[in-house]
């Protein structure tokens, strides 16, 4: 646990959430601004960050969680669709630093817009940072 981390606090039950599931690792709750009836967050029980301070196995579990509830909102709140957002650093608008998923179930006519400006590239552009980020992976 880390000291004055809010959803340290929230997922090991030291303060109430509206929780949707939890077990040994991740306790999953509601979001209190939600952008959609059932918005969704999974918590990792253990302190992180973010995805750059995530261990493999929590990252395995978190995603079949993931899976496991967007599953459940379907079949409990009948949503059209589902998006997963997970925001890592300030200037990806994260704002609790402690690793979560948000689980956003969608609606039609639900007025939300969850999405990111298209820009261009070539192929060749393509190629260099693809080789650029696989220089990057173990
Ligand atoms: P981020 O912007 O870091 O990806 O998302 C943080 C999310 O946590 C926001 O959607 C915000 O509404 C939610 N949140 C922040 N503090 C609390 C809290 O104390 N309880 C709950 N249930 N949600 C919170
Ligand atoms: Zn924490």
């Known amino acids: ?41 999974i918590l990792p029980k253990k302190h992180m960050a973010d995805i750059f301070e995530m261990d493999s196995e929590t990252a395995e579990k978190a995603f079949v969680l ?21 925001n890592n650093g300030e200037v990806a608008g994260q704002t609790v630093f402690h690793f979560h998923m ?4 969608r609606y039609e006519g639900d007025g939300q817009n969850i999405n990111w400006v298209p820009g261009t590239s070539e192929a060749e552009e ?4 693809a080789q650029q980020i696989r220089s990057g992976l173990n």
Do not use: W
């Open 1 to 41: 646990m880390e000291k004055d981390c809010i959803f340290c606090k929230i997922a090991n039950g030291e303060i109430p959430a509206s929780t949707v599931y939890e077990d040994d690792m991740f306790r999953v709750i509601l979001d209190m601004s939600p952008a959609t009836k059932g918005h969704a967050l």
């Open 66 to 86: 993931a899976a496991k509830v967007a599953k459940g909102m379907k079949a409990a709140l009948n949503c059209d669709g589902l998006n997963i957002v997970q």
């Open 102 to 105: 948000h689980i956003i179930p």
């Open 126 to 129: 393509r190629e260099r940072v």
